[in-house]
């Protein structure tokens, strides 16, 4: 039987010094002085010519992906000035598509209803990017072949890199947060402060 003072020890063994958190802070903190902050800016420049066309930004994301979609629509609506949409917003049309249509079709199926066209971005927040074959986010491939056929422009190319395999999925989830808040604060799109730098 382990003794609850000898698994500390343990587990401080396994971890070394300051543990599990300094370890994945370390991995993050690598994470961001890799990102290729080229690509960032274009990724900018990209979201600041389809507002000033009056196109739409349709943000897609699954899992925490999904979330951070929501999370990011609201940014880009009320920071940035951006007409954005994520379909798992509405989650009537959601599962109703699913259930009629199936999931490897929803997000496509929500796109045709949006009306996509050429004007538009398309946002997506994935880990993996899909893969028809494995059986993968089926419904991201379906929507950007979609939204490609439209002439729809994509953005998703800003890639994390995966310093501890381990850990792909959560950091990159996280990482998808910094980068939206980037943007939305970014010279080139912020329109409007946010509630508590307007206090200031």
Not at 112 to 126: C, E, I, N, P, Y
Not at 150 to 171: D, E, K, Q, S
Request: proline share 5%; net charge neutral.
């Amino acid at each position: 039987m382990i003794r609850r003072g000898q698994l500390m020890t343990y587990m401080d063994g396994l971890c070394g010094p300051g543990g599990f958190a300094q370890e994945y802070l370390t991995e993050a903190v690598r994470i961001i002085q890799q990102l290729d902050t080229d690509a960032i800016e274009r990724a900018v420049g990209l979201l600041a010519e389809t507002r000033k066309r009056g196109g739409r930004l349709f943000v897609l994301g699954v899992g925490g992906g999904a979330a951070n979609a929501s999370h990011a629509v609201n940014d880009f609506r009320k920071l940035a000035g951006f007409e954005a949409y994520t379909p798992t917003d509405n989650v009537s049309e959601l599962t109703a598509r699913i259930n009629d249509e199936g999931w490897p079709a929803a997000f496509e199926g929500w796109l045709r209803g949006s009306r996509v066209t050429a004007d538009d971005l398309l946002l997506v927040f994935s880990v993996g990017g899909g893969d028809l074959e494995r059986g993968v986010s089926p419904n991201l491939v379906h929507a950007l072949r979609y939204g490609r056929e439209r002439g729809a422009r994509i953005l998703g190319g800003i890639v994390v890199p995966p310093v501890n395999p381990a850990r792909i999925t959560p950091h990159t989830e996280a990482m998808q947060a910094v980068l939206w808040h980037l943007m939305v604060t970014h010279p080139r799109l912020k329109t409007a402060p946010a509630r508590w730098e307007s206090l200031q």
